[in-house]
Structure formats: C-alpha cells, structure tokens
C-alpha cells in the first residue's frame, strides 16, 4: 500500500497550493480530486465569470456612450462569449496536472472514504498518509423542494451555448446576481427570487439598494422576501412557486438555476470513520487549519469551517496549512476582508455593515452619500454610485466601507489597505492619489 507524508483531497486553489508548499518542503505528497483537476474558481467559478463578463461591460460601456461619440447597434452574441471562456478554461486541468507532475506529485482521479484515521480508499486502490489535507471546496446546496431535479447550477451555466427567453434565479446572492446581470445584457428577460428582504444578504443594505434599482432598470424582475417552494415542468418550460408572506404565487421560465447557496463538499469522504468532527460550515478546524478532533487531520479553503468561501481566503488558509505542515506552528491572524459582486455596478464591502457596527455598542460616524452625480459616474454615463463609510469615533479606524461603482471592486482594495495595515480614515483621505480617479474620490467621502 502507498504510504505519503502527505494527502490532499481536492486540486483547487487550496489543496494545489498546499502540493506545491508541501512538496518544495521535500515531503511526499498524493493528491487526488473526483472531477478534472484545478478546481472551481478557474474553471466553474471567478475567472471565466470574469472572461463572460468582459462582453457585457464592453456592451455597457457602448450604449451608455451612445450619441456621445459611439454610433450604431451593438450586441451580445452568446455563442463567442461561451467560447471565449471555454477556451480559458479547457487547458486548465491539464496545465494543473503537468504542474503538479514537475513538482513529483503523485495523482490520483476518483471519489473515495477513510476507512481510518490512516487509510483512504478509492476503487480498488487504498493509501495511507501521515497526514491528510481535505481541500473539496463546497457544491451547490440541493433545494429540498418538489420538483428540484428540474433546476440547474452555476456549472450548467458555463455550458450554457443558446439563451432562452426567459431565465429565473432562485437566490439572489452572489451567483444569481452576477449572472443575472450577464443574460439581462445579453436580452434575456431575467426573474430573481430570493427569500431575503435584500438582495446580496452580507453586503451593506444601503448600497445593495441602489442596485435592486438599476437589477429593475435593465430590466430585471427581482422578487424578496419570496421562498423557491416547488418546481414543476409545463411543457418546455418550468413553473416555479414561491411563497411571499404566506401566499403562494407562480411565475414561469425556460430555465431555473438554484443560486441558493453553496455548502462544505465532504459527505462522502466519511470523515467520521477518521475522527474528523465536521458541521454545517465543514471541517471544524483550529487558528492552524487542523481538524480540532484530531491533528492528523487539516482543512482550508471553502471546506474548512473558518471559511469565507472566496478565492483569496482560500489561498490564505492554504498557506498556513501548509507551513503548519511543513514548519511548525503559525496561527490564522483575523483580518478584514474586503469582497465583490461582479454586477454591473459592482457592489464592494469590507468590513462591519451599519447594522453590525450598531450592534458592537461603539461610537462611530457614518458617512454615507448618493454619488451618481460626481464626475467618474458622469464622464462613462454610468448612472449609479453611493457609498458608505463607518468611522471609529475614538480611534478614527475605519471599521467598515461600502461602495456601489463600475469600479467598487477597485476601490474597496484602497479600504482593505487602510483596515489591515491601521490607517486612519483622516490619513488615507490626506493620501495622494492619481486624478481623476476613483480612488481619489475617498477624499470626498
Ligand atoms: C460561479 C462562482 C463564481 C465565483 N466567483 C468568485 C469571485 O469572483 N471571487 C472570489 O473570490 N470567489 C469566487 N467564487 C468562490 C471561489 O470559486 C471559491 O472560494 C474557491 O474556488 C475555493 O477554492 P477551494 O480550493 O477551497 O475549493 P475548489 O476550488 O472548489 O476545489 C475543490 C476541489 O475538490 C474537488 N472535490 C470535491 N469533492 C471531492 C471529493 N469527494 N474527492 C476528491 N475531490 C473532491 C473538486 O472537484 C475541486 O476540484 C466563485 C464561486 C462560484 C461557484
Ligand atoms: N464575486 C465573488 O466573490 C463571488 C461570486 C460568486 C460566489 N462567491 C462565493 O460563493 C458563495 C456562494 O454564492 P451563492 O450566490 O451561491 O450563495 P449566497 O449565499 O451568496 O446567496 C444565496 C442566496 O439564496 C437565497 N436563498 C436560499 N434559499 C432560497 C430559497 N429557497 N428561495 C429563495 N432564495 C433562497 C439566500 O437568501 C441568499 O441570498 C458566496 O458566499 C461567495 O463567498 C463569490
């Protein structure tokens, strides 16, 4: 039986870090994953979303332009944009393999279980390691409602070739409103129903407002406080119900994505029959990534219960796993995050919300403002921008910063700078920057 010092499950942005680290440390290392190698964010995720993307933003950027120096009809034409991603995304799995081929990985391809603590088996083939780095990442969460095997996922969307006319999300989260904002562009009439009283539930409710707004201008029917309840097929096409307080209702669609969530990819590693204690966010683990039930055991990225299931964090995680590993001791060290839905206008944070700042009895300042009429909105014609930003009255520390714009995503970068490295809001206003440009608009806020 093959014995490593170490065994990864996953090859996404987290367990291929950790093979990397891990192997450059002169330890041997086993990786294996149940689907092609390199994970979500390069290949169902963040980086052919943001290859998508491009089409609409140019198309954004066009017709606002219209009669101001751009003329004639300009359109989305799906087939290219599917392909232009699709052509990212194909050379990944193999480019990850040859990757980890050089460093002296082995890989392995399958779904299997822990028979022990010491002992993973796939097919035929058992293995066992000193110790094991579970890096699955997180899949779509099954709605238990009748008629769920209708709905599609984020993954269908990546291999959607022919838009419908008509596409409903349900959940409006990071998923199903970055995505609507892509088939609205691209002329589909798009519904979102999601059960929340605001779209984007961890986002600021003040700028995630404005972008219920300009969802409905472009024409997007977003329904809240609405619960997907059933599915059903009509013909070619699918009812879904929902219920709005406490009223059933029905609106009808081509498609149905289920952009309800995502949860912790582990149930059928077995992960009891190592001792591993696991919860709703996944692999309960310490400050140093490892399993708080028993330190063979490690976890990071989306999968480990300290996630914030984003790209960047999984990479963080990865690290200090690794090095954990490799070297000894490091702990996590909390810091503020700053975070993006890719609509258009993106909508950023980082850091406390209003309401979470009320709660944490501090004094603080609010300044907050309806934007849209400055100068960068005005020179694209791009219409929406606000902001919002909570001060520590005592320490001036900025604790939380919220941001609608065509460059929030930028923007909320300069915030995460001033938080993580303790500037001051005074200081990072008396900062120069670069004009005119959205940074330097910090100055007025
Ligand atoms: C549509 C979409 C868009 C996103 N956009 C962004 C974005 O713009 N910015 C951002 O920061 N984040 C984004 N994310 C989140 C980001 O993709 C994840 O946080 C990140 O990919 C997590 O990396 P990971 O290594 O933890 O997991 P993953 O990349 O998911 O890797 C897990 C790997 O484990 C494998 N696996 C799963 N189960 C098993 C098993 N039982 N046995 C063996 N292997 C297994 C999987 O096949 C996969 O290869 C997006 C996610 C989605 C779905
Ligand atoms: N730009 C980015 O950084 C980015 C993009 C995509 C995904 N992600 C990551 O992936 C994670 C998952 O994203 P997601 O969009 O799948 O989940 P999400 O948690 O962001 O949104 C899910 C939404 O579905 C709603 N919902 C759940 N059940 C419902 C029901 N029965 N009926 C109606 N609405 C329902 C929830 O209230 C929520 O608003 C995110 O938390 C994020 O960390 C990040």
Request: net charge negative; aromatic share 10%; glycine share 8%.
């Amino acid at each position: 039986m093959k014995h490593y010092d170490v065994f990864i499950l996953g090859t996404g942005t987290a367990g291929k870090l950790v093979a990397n680290r891990c192997a450059d440390a002169g330890l041997t290392v086993g990786i294996i994953d149940n689907r092609e190698y390199g994970g979500t964010c390069s290949q169902r995720g963040c980086d052919p979303k943001k290859l998508m993307l491009a089409s609409s933003e140019a198309l954004e950027a066009a017709r606002n332009m219209k009669g101001d120096g751009i003329t004639g009809d300009i359109a989305i034409n799906w087939i290219d944009v599917y392909n232009y991603a699709r052509r990212y995304a194909q050379d990944i799995p193999d480019n990850t393999e040859e990757f980890l081929k050089e460093l002296g990985v082995d890989r392995h391809h399958g779904e299997g279980y822990f028979v022990d603590e010491k002992t993973f088996r796939y097919g035929d083939t058992s293995l066992t390691a000193d110790k094991f780095v579970i890096a699955t990442g997180m899949k779509p969460l099954e709605l238990k409602i009748p008629g769920a095997e209708h709905l599609l996922t984020s993954d269908d969307f990546f291999n959607l070739k022919d838009l419908p006319e008509k596409v409903l999300f349900i959940g409006g989260g990071y998923v199903g409103m970055e995505f609507s904002h892509m088939l609205a562009r691209a002329g589909v009439k798009v519904t979102v129903v999601e059960q929340g009283e605001q779209l984007l539930p961890p986002f600021e409710k003040y700028t995630v407002d404005f972008l219920k707004e300009c969802s409905e201008e472009l024409g997007i029917d977003i329904l809240l406080n609405s619960q997907a309840a059933a599915v059903e097929k009509d013909g070619d096409r699918f009812i879904v119900k929902y219920s709005k307080d406490g009223i059933l209702h029905q609106v009808t669609s081509d498609l149905i994505f289920n952009t309800a969530g995502r949860v912790p990819s582990i149930k059928q590693l077995q992960l009891e029959n190592a001792g591993v204690v696991t919860d709703r966010s996944g692999i309960v683990v310490n400050e140093y990534f490892q399993s708080t039930s028993n330190e063979r055991f490690y976890a990071c990225g989306d999968v480990s219960s300290k996630n914030v299931p984003l790209t960047p964090l999984s990479g963080l995680e990865a690290n200090i796993a690794a090095k954990n590993i490799t070297e000894g001791k490091h702990a996590f060290i909390p810091v503020d995050i700053p975070s993006v839905a890719f609509t258009i206008p993106q909508v950023a944070g980082i850091g406390l919300t209003e309401k979470q700042a009320k709660a944490t009895g501090k004094k603080f300042k609010v300044f907050f403002q309806n934007a849209s009429g400055w100068f960068n909105t005005r020179r694209i014609k791009a219409g929406c921008y606000a902001y919002k930003v909570i001060v520590d009255e005592e320490t001036r520390m900025v604790l939380g910063a919220h941001i609608i714009s065509h460059e929030a995503g930028e923007t909320i970068n300069i915030f995460s700078v001033a938080m993580n490295h303790d500037i001051t809001f005074q200081y990072l206003q008396q900062t120069i920057f670069t004009y005119p440009s959205w940074a330097n608009d910090i100055k007025s806020f």
